[in-house]
């Protein structure tokens, strides 16, 4: 299911950075089938973060060492940032918009505290702090991505509720096409909670590397 959610997001990725920027300079000839065939992997593409909210959970549950994961999620940040920058404002450095490993770190930081903190009612000062960190980042999927990795975490044993919830968190946050997401959950139902055979560092450089390749091919070869 991992790399399903990997292919999903190569799928919009190369939507967003090589089919949109021609589409709108006039470079194809046929406007509207590639405008389907954009919007169609875009929507594709939606399924993806959900996916990945997902797995942040799972990873949870069966990291050796929390803060290691925290870590690792957070060194993977760093070193998507000039990529991921590249790839969508054409320049090394752009504070304005981070990557989803920042996303996707302070959502387990979220866990994290909402397990170890005994009184769930002092946890909202740590939420307010990550959710807090998540808009001044601009971090990608934001305050509505931390939201949903912990809409996982609490509706593992309520598929309808994790249902209902999921889909008011893309609604109200991303808006109506973001609830494309919501096919994620019936996948999430076969998953057998079982590692898969590839590499588990695989689907770290994964973003990074095809970011980059992503961005080369829009600047200098497909202009």
């Known amino acids: 299911i991992k790399t399903i959610a990997i292919c999903l997001m190569l799928i919009d990725h190369i939507a967003a950075f090589l089919v949109y920027p021609r589409l709108v300079n006039g ?21 993806a973060f959900p996916l990945f909210a997902f797995f942040i959970v799972e ?9 290691k994961y925290i870590a690792r999620l957070l060194v993977f940040a760093v070193i998507s940032e000039i990529p991921f920058d590249f790839a969508l404002r054409g320049t ?7 990557n989803v490993f920042f996303t996707l770190a302070l959502g387990l930081a979220s866990i994290f505290c909402l397990e170890e903190l005994n009184n769930r009612r ?5 939420l307010a702090l990550i959710l807090g960190t998540a808009l001044l980042l601009h971090c990608d999927y934001g305050i509505g991505g931390v939201l949903l990795i912990i809409t996982f975490y609490l509706t593992e044993k309520s ?9 008011l968190i ?16 019936p996948l999430i139902l076969l998953y057998n909670g079982k590692r898969g055979p ?3 560092m695989i689907f770290y450089w994964f973003y990074p590397v095809h970011l980059m390749i992503l961005s080369l091919l829009s600047t200098y070869i497909l202009r």
Not at 59 to 67: D, M, R, V
Not at 92 to 98: E, G, K, R, S, V
Not at 177 to 182: I, S
Request: glycine share 8%.
């Open 27 to 47: 470079g194809f000839e046929d406007y509207y089938f590639w405008n389907d065939l954009y919007w169609s992997m875009r929507i594709l593409g939606r399924i």
């Open 159 to 167: 598929p309808w509720m994790r249902v209902i919830l999921a889909g």
């Open 92 to 98: 090394l450095f752009d504070w304005t918009h981070q």
């Open 170 to 185: 893309l609604y109200i946050f991303f808006g109506k096409t973001e609830l494309y997401g919501l096919i994620a959950l």
């Open 59 to 67: 990873g949870k549950k069966y990291t050796k060492s929390l803060w």
């Open 198 to 200: 590839a590499p588990k």
């Open 122 to 126: 002092i946890f909202i000062v740590p």
